[in-house]
């Protein structure tokens, strides 16, 4: 579900940006167009960029992350709700110090399957080896946003980890953890 142009146009205008649902080449355009227009707006103002997004499209991720990456503003990633597969490279590659979790965030440290098309055997083999350089770059992109080594990353991937925000901050996804509002009584 996408949000009101007018609500849309006043979170850009106050440097929000966000990834919802599951990610595709659509949804990777769109929130790419979003960054490099809040970016070009006022550069170097930081981007706060809301990630909620089970995964998807290893491709529409590692495009997301190369814009972040080359921006000339800080991009800020916030995990809200649920991130896994493809975009939790969204979210660790966020600017240094600037990577949120809320506190009741789920993050699942999977490895997202292979999308082979059928066809011709000699091009489903070709399409087959570039899905796997494909999940190799974004093993490699995320491995250089955590505190774990590739090795210990791999075998985590296999393993399908579901980390909570403080887990996720102990694993090196996020800097830290945004604290909750106080419900009740002091």
Same mark, same amino acid.
């Given at each position: 579900?996408?949000?009101?142009?007018? =609500?849309?146009? *006043? &979170?850009?205008?106050? $440097?929000?940006?966000?990834?919802?649902?599951? !990610? /595709?080449?659509?949804?990777?355009?769109?929130?790419?167009?979003?960054?490099?227009?809040?970016?070009?707006?006022?550069?170097?103002?930081?981007?706060?960029?809301?990630?909620?997004?089970?995964?998807?499209?290893?491709?529409?991720?590692?495009?997301?992350?190369?814009?972040?990456?080359?921006?000339?503003?800080?991009?800020?990633?916030?995990?809200?709700?649920?991130?896994?597969?493809?975009?939790?490279?969204?979210?660790?590659?966020?600017?240094?110090? =600037?990577?949120? *979790? &809320?506190?009741?965030? $789920?993050?699942?440290?999977?490895?997202?399957? !292979? /999308?082979?098309?059928?066809?011709?055997?000699?091009?489903?083999?070709?399409?087959?080896?570039?899905?796997?350089?494909?999940?190799?770059?974004?093993?490699?992109?995320?491995?250089?946003?955590?505190?774990?080594?590739?090795?210990?990353?791999?075998?985590?991937?296999?393993?399908?980890?579901?980390?909570?925000?403080?887990?996720?901050?102990?694993?090196?996804?996020?800097?830290?953890?945004?604290?909750?509002?106080?419900?009740?009584p002091a």
């Open positions: 579900m996408s949000l009101p142009p007018e =609500l849309q146009s *006043a &979170l850009l205008g106050r $440097r929000v940006v966000f990834l919802r649902g599951r !990610l /595709d080449e659509a949804t990777a355009n769109n929130v790419i167009a979003q960054l490099l227009l809040v970016a070009h707006t006022s550069a170097g103002r930081t981007i706060e960029l809301y990630v909620d997004s089970p995964g998807g499209s290893v491709a529409a991720a590692l495009s997301i992350f190369d814009v972040m990456q080359t921006s000339t503003a800080p991009v800020s990633t916030t995990c809200i709700g649920t991130v896994g597969g493809a975009s939790v490279l969204v979210l660790a590659g966020g600017a240094s110090g =600037l990577r949120f *979790a &809320l506190p009741h965030t $789920r993050i699942n440290l999977i490895q997202e399957s !292979l /999308d082979v098309p059928g066809g011709k055997a000699s091009q489903t083999t070709t399409q087959a080896e570039e899905a796997v350089r494909l999940q190799s770059r974004w093993q490699s992109a995320l491995a250089q946003h955590i505190t774990h080594s590739p090795t210990q990353l791999a075998r985590d991937l296999k393993e399908v980890s579901w980390l909570s925000g403080a887990e996720a901050r102990d694993y090196g996804l996020v800097d830290g953890i945004i604290p909750g509002v106080r419900l009740g």
